[in-house]
Structures are given as C-alpha cells and as structure tokens.
C-alpha cells in the first residue's frame, strides 16, 4: 500500500527530503504522496523514513484506497530505481 498523509500535517518539511523516491510533494495545504512512486520505502528502508521522521503520531498512515502487496511495491522500486537495466 502507498501511504497517505493526512490533515494532522504541520507542513514541518521533515519528510519531503527524507523520500527516496521523491514522493512527497507541497499539495494545495499540506504535504502528499504520489502513490505512483511511494514505495513506503521497500528497497531502501525497512520502515518508511517519512513516517519515522515525522513529529507528529499517525500523520502518515497506510493509504486503504491504494492496496499493494510487498511484490508490488517491489515492482515499482525496480521500476522506479533501476528502469535503465530492465
């Protein structure tokens, strides 16, 4: 599943720069995630960082309207990362 940040966002920029891929950006309000390019950090961490960072509890959270298995958020990383090699 992609995550999703949610309206307890304090726009702290904590998160934007920790994403490694580039997934986070400045919406109408408050900061949110491209579901095309959240991973929650599969390939590069074993805990999202954005959620690790983030001063506030439960303000990223699993996102229930984007279902994706390990493999899939896998795929994406592999599509994400390494598109040259494939």
């Not at 599943?1 to 307890?8: D, G, R």
């Not at 997934?23 to 995630?33: F, P, R, T, V, W």
């Not at 390019?37 to 996102?63: F, K, L």
């Amino acid at each position: 599943m992609a995550l999703l940040i949610t309206k307890k966002c304090i726009n702290c920029d904590m998160c934007e720069p920790e994403c490694p891929n580039q997934a986070i950006l400045m919406g109408e309000d408050i900061y949110q995630i491209d579901t095309d390019r959240c991973t929650e950090c599969v390939g590069h961490y074993d805990v999202p960082t954005c959620q690790q960072v983030c001063p506030i509890d439960n303000t990223i959270v699993v996102d229930p309207q984007h279902n994706e298995t390990n493999e899939q958020l896998w795929d994406k990383f592999v599509v994400l990362h390494h598109a040259d090699r494939l």
